[in-house]
């Protein structure tokens, strides 16, 4: 599965408001809605799908995935 979506991306974040901000991510593997790979300027990470939002939520600032095999 590879596709691009409206996601919130952590590092957008306004910290000043607590809001999350969009961004588009490509989504390269869901697993489940806990378990999902994305791409994001071009750092692979992790994320989650909020289904009660109906939003991936990016994690470029915790979640990267550092894998050589990818």
Known sequence: MSNKVEAYI????????DKHIVGEAEILEHKDN???IALYNGVKC???FN???GRYF???VYGIIENANT
Do not use: G, Q, R, T
Not at 10 to 17: A, D, I, M, R
């Open 46 to 48: 992790s994320a989650i």
């Open 10 to 17: 952590n590092s957008l974040k306004n910290k000043e408001n």
């Open 34 to 36: 806990n378990n999902v």
């Open 51 to 53: 289904p009660f939002v």
């Open 58 to 60: 990016v994690d470029d």
